[in-house]
């Protein structure tokens, strides 16, 4: 009896999503409800990264889901800034930003830290100043150290490299 009651606690927790319960799987599966709506090849690209596996794994059970739609959102957006980066340096003209992501099921936290971060960007983008640029783009716990600049490379130079000419 002792055991029946053990293994329903473990479905009746894995069911409200309460423990890991495979957790990290169902997190990284292309059609989560939390993807939708997100560049299908940017997902894809993230499931394969171990970087990516790595900092999901580490994630508490109750955000996983956030982290990994905020891990997409940043891949995309942190491309596109660099690529605004790239054009400004290049022409000295700053091109527009693409939108920001817009998942389907917005997941929180990283629903409203982009929403702010996002705001940050296009305020440093408008400035017209490379600088304000790089500093988004490589400051501590930005894109620069670990998002690989072309995707679905993920041993090859990251964002950071490019800016800082190791690329």
């Known amino acids: 009896m002792k055991k029946l009651v053990a293994m329903f606690s473990v479905v009746v927790c894995c069911s409200a999503g309460l423990t890991g319960c495979g957790g990290e799987a169902e ?3 292309a059609d989560a409800p939390h993807f939708e709506g997100l560049d299908s090849i940017v997902v894809a690209e993230i499931i394969d990264n171990p970087d990516v596996r790595q ?6 059970a109750a955000t ?14 942190c491309r596109d800034a660099l690529r605004v980066y790239q054009e400004l340096e290049d022409t000295g003209v700053t091109p527009a930003l693409n939108p920001l992501p817009a ?7 990283s629903h409203s830290d982009w929403d702010k971060s996002y705001t940050d960007l296009v ?4 400035s017209g100043e490379l600088e304000q ?3 988004w783009l490589t400051a ?7 998002i690989p600049a072309t995707p679905g490379d993920a041993t090859g130079p990251s964002i950071e490299d490019v800016i800082e000419g190791r690329a």
């Open 133 to 135: 640029l790089r500093f």
């Open 140 to 146: 501590n716990g930005s894109c620069g150290p670990w």
């Open 103 to 109: 998942p389907i099921n917005p997941m929180e936290p």
């Open 55 to 60: 900092k999901i794994e580490e994630e508490p």
């Open 123 to 126: 305020t440093r983008a408008d």
């Open 27 to 29: 997190t990284l599966s």
């Open 64 to 77: 996983k889901e956030s982290l990994a739609q905020g891990i997409a959102i940043n891949f995309t957006v």
